[in-house]
């Protein structure tokens, strides 16, 4: 590094005698250096300096201005197995209440859909896109192939954990997971077609599935598989030998669809052949006088009217039902008000739980009998007083033992997030603001062939936020009555006595008309506002870390 | 920090190994204060410090078995702490372009001794910490693992990935980084006689 340096004249350099003073040079080397600071005296006081910079660079490292935090006072492999029977009791609870709810709420709903002609055995397939979206769900949606899945996140987190903090792993996983679940087995051979305005002619014909996206789609020719078509007008003329996926504005169904519908639209008209079920979501849902549905109809309408004939059952929640024509099967409906015109011909029984009493005409013909009509108070859930109060327990009890494992996953950011919704209202501003820009934006890139995986796993994420925004508004409450904590068990501790709270507030509140409701929608809002201020500000440090910021002492 | 060879420490260490979650409490307790303090002086943020001391900890109860008793605990925790901290600095990216200059590029000065020893007197050891923490990654995690951890230049090379012989060269650089931050000007890291 430098030549040996004989005389005093001729000074060490620093690096020579850093070296040296750390005892890093030969013997040789070290005996010259030696001697030379025998008799320079400048060699001398620059290694005497060297080595208190050294030192005082050791006291400063080594002296104790922080103390240890609690939360990693509290962090020991003996603490967590002395919790191991709280994990053991919580997972316990927690299996018991799923059973719980499924074999309460979730069994019969399907059990209903099923008998509609759902018969798919997973609840989110059922309750999203059953059917026509998810041919290649149907083929993997056994439990065995769920767990196969879940053992490979599994193991992905075991392998790629030192390449991730546990925040992003976990939202990373998170997505994921949600990404191959919902991604349909034969998405990828799927033909798409793009443009202001698509028509399949007459004479032409598609093997397969098809992604129709435009202003105004026409279907006057055949496919021979399922459609997804997305756009404001739609309208099938020729056939389709599939399902009809659709979200648009205005659906005209005259031709042929085999399959099912499964609609999100403004207004669906129905004057042609349906060969399975349709399920739509839309203010307008009508079965024309010559329309056809060959199994099962169920609509979350304003209005619904049946004039044509109906094969199966009919399951509707709905403002208005008319039905002027034919039901094959039995009719069940709820909402405000039900019209049966003398038209009419019912097979099945009728079931009607509204406010006002159902209008038949005379000459209807109810084959199973007079409807059967249940009033349905503002406040009827009065009637079912345990059941709600079990309800509400189950939530409560589902939302403190989603929030344990957040907490317990991301303690850090669970803590911020509590610290954002403080700043309520930047919180709250920020909830309406994402929340609504958030969701429209997941469903428009749902809307592009590219965006569709992105769309649908932003919506899980949003819906994600949306569920946690709750358990953030819950810790904050805790926090307010038993103060800051850094400990993860007290931030467990604090979010679960503010759900409690929360969870005997809603209660409370729902004796007035709708202000548990508001009371919910508040807390979603300002959760989700903080949650999204706490990402956002963690985005802006990661950004901002190439220069380390200064140390708080 | 504890006492690291000690017979008491050698003993629950042999104990934590055998799987006894007492044993391993115990020297949690004993290294978890030396780690977290190791981590803080090493990543930029107290957040950071906090996680990468569970990591650490999570890390070398699941090696423990790899560990080689005929030397000190201590050692090999900062090694693993050390490694820890670096890939984590390593994964986002922090150490700047300044920092893969070529290492043979160090001045061999004599700065004015009298200098020096002024600028160390009137500095305080927060001073110095602070000074730290300006500093770029790998000269401050060098320091670190020099003037806390007491780690060999050997043990040095091999945390950081650079050559041994370069490791003197990143300390008297770093240092000279360090003078500069403390002083708010180069004229000590730069000046001096030839």
């Keep these: ?553 | 920090m504890g006492a690291p060879g000690t017979a008491e420490s050698t003993e629950a260490i042999a104990r934590a190994r055998a799987g006894d979650n007492e044993a391993w409490g115990e020297l949690y307790r004993d290294y978890a204060p030396a780690i977290f303090r190791f981590c803080r002086r090493a990543l930029p943020t107290r957040e950071d410090a906090e996680d990468a001391t569970m990591e650490v900890f999570m890390k070398v109860h699941g090696k423990l078995n790899q560990y080689d008793p005929t030397r000190p605990f201590s050692s090999w925790l900062y090694k693993v702490a050390a490694n820890h901290c670096w890939d984590l600095l390593r994964r986002r990216k922090i150490r700047q372009d300044k920092e893969t200059e070529d290492l043979d590029d160090v001045p061999l000065e004599h700065p004015d001794a009298n200098q020096l020893e002024q600028l160390i007197e009137k500095r305080t050891s927060e001073e110095v910490r602070k000074a730290l923490d300006k500093l770029p990654s790998r000269a401050r995690m060098a320091l670190v693992l020099r003037y806390y951890s007491d780690m060999s230049y050997d043990e040095i090379a091999d945390a950081l990935g650079v050559r041994r012989a370069f490791v003197g060269v990143v300390l008297l650089r770093a240092r000279h980084e360090l003078r500069q931050a403390l002083e708010g000007s180069g004229a000590l890291a730069v000046g001096g006689a030839g």
């Design chain 1, 1 to 553: 590094m430098t030549p040996p340096q004989g005389s005093a004249q001729q000074h060490l350099d620093e690096m020579t005698l850093l070296l040296y003073l750390e005892r890093q040079l030969d013997r040789e080397r070290a005996a010259e250096v030696s001697s030379h600071m025998q008799e320079c005296g400048d060699c001398k006081t620059l290694s005497r300096a060297l080595e208190r910079e050294s030192r005082l660079l050791t006291r400063a490292m080594l002296e104790e201005e922080e103390p240890l935090p609690a939360r990693l006072a509290s962090f020991q492999q003996a603490a967590r197995r002395s919790m191991q029977w709280i994990w053991m009791v919580t997972f316990g609870l927690a299996a018991t209440g799923i059973y719980a709810l499924y074999t309460s709420y979730v069994e019969p709903v399907q059990n209903r859909l099923h008998d509609a002609g759902f018969g798919g055995t997973n609840l989110l397939g059922l309750v999203i896109f059953q059917g026509a979206f998810w041919k290649g769900w149907q083929s993997m949606v056994s439990l065995v192939e769920i767990l196969a899945l879940l053992v490979v996140g599994g193991m992905a987190a075991v392998l790629f954990r030192r390449w991730f903090r546990r925040g992003t792993l976990a939202a990373l996983l998170m997505a994921g997971m949600c990404g191959a679940l919902m991604m349909p087995g034969n998405a990828a051979a799927i033909e798409t077609r793009k443009g202001e305005s698509i028509e399949i002619t007459k004479s032409e014909t598609i093997k397969g599935d098809v992604l129709l996206t435009g202003h105004r789609i026409v279907i006057d020719g055949t496919v021979d598989g399922d459609v997804y078509a997305f756009g404001q007008d739609i309208e099938v003329n020729g056939h389709i030998t599939g399902d009809l996926l659709t979200a648009a504005e205005t659906v005209r169904v005259s031709g042929q669809i085999d399959g099912n519908i499964r609609a999100f639209v403004n207004t669906l008209l129905v004057p042609g052949n349906v060969g399975r079920n349709v399920m739509a979501w839309a203010e307008t849902l009508n079965v024309d006088s010559n329309g056809k549905v060959g199994r099962s109809l169920t609509s979350f309408c304003q209005t619904l009217g049946v004039d044509g004939r109906v094969g199966g059952d009919v399951v509707a929640f709905n403002q208005s039902t008319r039905i002027t024509g034919t039901v094959d099967g039995g009719v069940q409906t709820k909402g405000e008000l039900m019209t049966i015109k003398a038209t009419a011909q019912i097979t099945g029984p009728v079931k009607f739980e509204g406010e006002m009493e159902p209008r038949v005409e005379d000459g209807a013909k109810l084959a199973a009998g007079p409807v059967s009509f249940t009033k349905h108070h503002a406040d009827s859930r009065m009637e079912s007083k345990s059941g709600y109060y079990v309800w509400r327990l189950l939530w409560s009890s589902a939302f403190i033992l989603y929030g344990l494992v957040l907490i317990w996953l991301m303690p850090k950011f669970a803590g911020d997030c509590v610290t954002s919704a403080e700043n309520a209202g930047v919180s709250i501003g920020l909830g309406v603001l994402v929340g609504i820009s958030g969701f429209f934006a997941a469903l428009l890139a749902c809307v592009t062939v590219v965006g569709l995986p992105l769309g649908i796993v932003g919506f899980m994420l949003w819906l994600v936020m949306l569920f946690s925004a709750q358990i953030v508004v819950g810790g904050l409450i805790g926090r307010w009555i038993l103060g800051r904590t850094e400990d993860t068990w007290g931030r467990v501790g604090r979010m679960a006595l503010g759900m409690a709270i929360i969870g005997v507030i809603v209660p409370v509140l729902h004796y007035v008309h709708i202000l548990d409701m508001l009371f919910r929608l508040g807390a979603m809002i300002w959760g989700f506002g903080a949650i999204a201020l706490t990402l956002y500000r963690r985005l802006q440090k990661t950004s901002g870390a190439v220069v380390p910021p200064p140390m708080v002492a």
